[in-house]
């Protein structure tokens, strides 16, 4: 671990500050919507368009890095960003956040394909499972540490939008001074979606109902919060133990994902996480409830992103591993797309409670389905021996999935899955 930590400092100070500025940026403009009057419509739209921005940039960024370099790309991003950031305030309408939100999203998604390949770089085939999980609690820590940063400031001025502008432009600082050799860049083709449904529909079928319960956690929950008349601090809070309850989660997950039946496990959480996120609709407006459903729909749709993708590989040929998270990122990134829009239609047409009613239904709708897949095939037979579990958070993209799946094959190299 300090290896990795000596290694890979400056990457990881930088994503903490980066995702600092992103995770203050996606709760301060639910709130700040609601005071400039937009309706639950507008805001769902202007959440919606983040996840259009990351998924586009999810197809392009590799071809901009592979013709003029990390580095280059790196800073454009970064001041496009800080850029944005700014203008929010400044041009408070629907139709300007919109576009803001897609060129965020997309630098965003641009600015960690370039950080995560770097990181993959700077890892070894023994290290880089440690290398993930830090990269993935510096994801979190960053978050969680935004939703603080909210109380300290004046929601309808002009600070809270430039503090995640600083530590944005701040961010690149330490990446690009110290960050060398700048690695070769390539990413693996992603597996067809007709494979990978073959391989594994249930992995399919959750990576797209997840999307709508993260893009409604990162984009809609804020809104949510103002709604239902919650303070800043209890916004904060309510944001805060989503991420926490994830971060504390994974890895005992993980440990039980390696030693049972992975569907099951994936039956339980997605049970859990609907009927705990089915507590605030119907018991409304206390905010200890609030805090439970946060935490239970935290602690279990964020791991189930990671168990998703090693179940899909214990169907999976070692060499069709690293072309699998493509597909299933996409997949993800479409259900990203649709929930914010789904979510805002039923708070407008239920009240705040449709935020609980729409992760609820769309978990439920998992367990469901995990159930029916279950019966369908009982006994389902796993290629080799079960693939390993390595965490994964779900604003991460294709290059650390695909360094997930270089700790899965390792793993299953010292297990002696396959023979010379």
């Avoid at 805001?43 to 990351?54: C, E, P, Q």
Wanted: proline residues 4%; neutral net charge; aromatic residues 10%.
């Amino acid at each position: 671990m300090l290896q990795v930590i000596s290694s890979s400092w400056a990457l990881l100070l930088g994503m903490f500050m980066l995702m600092i500025g992103n995770g203050l940026q996606g709760t301060l403009l639910g709130i700040r919507g609601e005071l400039e009057g937009f309706t639950t419509i507008e805001l769902s739209v202007v959440m919606s368009a983040y996840f259009v921005g990351f998924l586009g940039a999810s197809r392009i960024a590799p071809g901009m890095i592979r013709r003029v370099g990390h580095v280059r790309v790196f800073a454009a991003l970064g001041s496009t960003i800080s850029a944005v950031l700014v203008m929010y305030p400044t041009l408070t309408e629907p139709w300007a956040w919109t576009l803001g939100r897609v060129v965020i999203g997309f630098c965003f998604c641009g600015v960690y394909i370039t950080a995560e390949s770097w990181l993959n770089a700077a890892a070894s085939n023994e290290n880089r499972g440690k290398a993930l999980s830090l990269y993935m609690i510096m994801q979190m820590a960053g978050i969680v540490t935004a939703q603080y940063i909210l109380v300290l400031g004046d929601v309808s001025g002009y600070v809270l939008f430039i503090i995640p502008s600083i530590l944005v432009s701040l961010a690149f600082a330490p990446i690009l001074l110290s960050v060398q050799p700048t690695p070769a860049f390539e990413l693996t083709k992603p597996l067809s979606i007709r494979r990978l449904i073959d391989a594994s529909p249930l992995a399919c079928v959750g990576m797209f109902l997840l999307g709508g319960v993260f893009s409604a956690q990162f984009g809609m929950s804020a809104v949510y919060g103002a709604k239902v008349g919650l303070s800043i601090a209890q916004i904060s809070l309510m944001v805060s133990v989503v991420y926490i309850s994830a971060l504390v989660l994974q890895f005992p997950i993980g440990w039980m994902s390696d030693r049972m039946d992975r569907r099951r496990l994936i039956l339980v959480l997605a049970v859990i996480g609907g009927l705990g996120a089915l507590v605030s609709v119907v018991v409304p407006g206390y905010f200890g409830l609030i805090l439970f459903s946060a935490a239970v729909m935290g602690g279990t749709s964020n791991p189930l992103y990671a168990l998703l993708i090693a179940s899909t590989n214990d169907y999976l040929e070692r060499e069709d591993m690293p072309a699998a998270s493509g597909g299933l990122l996409l997949i993800n990134g479409v259900g990203a797309i649709t929930g914010p829009l789904i979510v805002g239609q039923m708070m407008d047409y239920f009240g705040p409670q449709g935020f609980w009613l729409f992760t609820s239904v769309l978990m439920l709708m998992l367990a469901v389905y995990a159930v029916w897949r279950m019966r369908r095939r009982p006994k389902r037979v796993v290629v080799g021996d079960q693939a390993a579990y390595a965490p994964i958070s779900a604003s991460s993209t294709m290059v650390a999935a695909e360094a997930a799946q270089e700790v899965y094959a390792a793993a299953e190299d010292r297990a002696g899955r396959h023979e010379d």
